[in-house]
T-cell receptor
């Protein structure tokens, strides 16, 4: 398995909802990432997990809460989001760090209404 | 501070013409540079990385530390090369990649 799988592919949520995004990889990669991508913009780093520990939080608002339950799984819990949080949320993984390059998932397109 | 600059938002060429997508970087350490490609409705994919010095789909890129550049080149563009291309920077001690703003390559028939 050489893929990063993200679910759901699309999500519409209200500003008072709580939802979660899921990311899974079975390549034995020990680093996993959440990026946010707005239309026609590059991916912006949100969080980095290295060996299941949070190593980078790029000053992301607390309404986004990451979780890494095991080495294959990465979640992003969402609560009380704003319409401006609507974006494509990308998960990526890499062997150990970024040196070998990332494998990206296809993303979850989130719309906050 | 680390930065990746892709000066062109859009590059339009005709099929068979040479292509050069520009990427400049700013980084105080030893850089690792990558090119990623995103075809329409597909996920971001690694195209090539400077450390492997490979050629993928006819594309090459050479790291020029003197000019702090990592331009992507292809001698003869094909219509299927039309996509969004992102240059990305990693490096010693960095825990994640920083992406440039991207260049959309449009290859016309």
């Amino acid at each position: 398995d050489t893929e990063v799988t993200q679910t759901p592919k699309h999500l519409v949520m209200g500003m008072t909802n709580k939802k979660s995004l899921k990311c899974e990889q079975h390549m034995g990669h020990r680093a996993m990432y959440w990026y946010k991508q707005k239309a026609k913009k590059p991916p912006e780093l949100m969080f980095v997990y290295s060996y299941e520990k949070l190593s980078i939080n790029e000053s992301v608002p607390s309404r986004f809460s990451p979780e890494c339950p095991n080495s294959s799984l990465l979640n992003l819990h969402l609560h009380a989001l704003q319409p401006e949080d609507s974006a494509l949320y990308l998960c990526a993984s890499s062997q150990d760090g970024p040196a070998g390059g990332y494998t990206f998932g296809s993303g979850t397109r989130l719309t906050v209404v | 501070a680390q930065r990746v600059t892709q000066p062109e938002k859009l590059l339009s060429v005709f099929k068979g013409a040479p292509v050069e997508l520009k990427c400049n970087y700013s980084y105080s350490g030893s850089p690792e540079l990558f090119w990623y490609v995103q075809y329409s409705r597909q996920r971001l994919q690694l195209l090539l990385r400077h450390i492997s010095r490979e050629s993928i789909k006819g594309f090459t890129a050479d790291l020029n530390k003197g000019e702090t550049s990592f331009h992507l080149k292809k001698p003869f563009a094909q219509e299927e090369d039309s996509a969004m291309y992102y240059c990305a920077l990693g490096g010693t001690g960095r825990r994640a990649l920083t992406f440039g703003s991207g260049t959309r390559l449009q290859v016309q028939p």
